[in-house]
């Protein structure tokens, strides 16, 4: 018969396993902060993506090659719109999408409750006040706008979404 340390931490798993694939670099910098807060200790292991930039398309493609998750999230503009086949292959592989409108910087400006512009353009502007063009890309940025109590009293139905990727709504 074996003995075992009483002691030694037994290894924990992450029951269930979920991707965010995103449009661009912005994207990525405010998941890995909401990674950050929200993905430990829950259960779920979560990776986040990016496509580099480009359309819908290119989020929608980059997912499909990366298979293997429990749950797959897309999170990309509605400035450029998804054409119909691979909004197809999308709803055919499960994914669960999360669309900005009309970008990411307008999504950012409704959870802060500031009136959105119409335009990309313009929403960029308006955030570009609160964080700048540089900071947008660091996600240790995002934790002096965006603070965790904050996240959690959001009435934003799309960020509510994208909080369930890290098993929030699940762990709370």
Known sequence: MSRSNPNKKKLRYARKTAQIVVEGNTEEA???HLKNLFARDCGVS???????????????ASAL???????????YDTDVELE???????????HVVIASSPCVEGF??????KPVPATSMECKRAFSSIL???????YHAYEKVFPKELLLVS???ALKLLLT???KLVCQ
């Open 30 to 32: 405010f998941c890995r």
């Open 46 to 60: 979560v990776e986040v993506h990016s496509a580099r930039g480009g359309a819908p398309k290119e989020v929608v």
């Open 65 to 75: 090659r990366r298979k293997g998750f429990d749950k797959t999230f897309l999170m």
């Open 84 to 94: 119909k086949g691979w909004s197809s292959k999308s709803k055919a592989a499960g």
């Open 108 to 113: 950012f400006l409704e959870i802060l409750e």
């Open 132 to 138: 700048g063009d540089t900071e947008k890309c660091d």
């Open 155 to 157: 009435r934003n139905p």
């Open 165 to 167: 990727a890290f098993g």
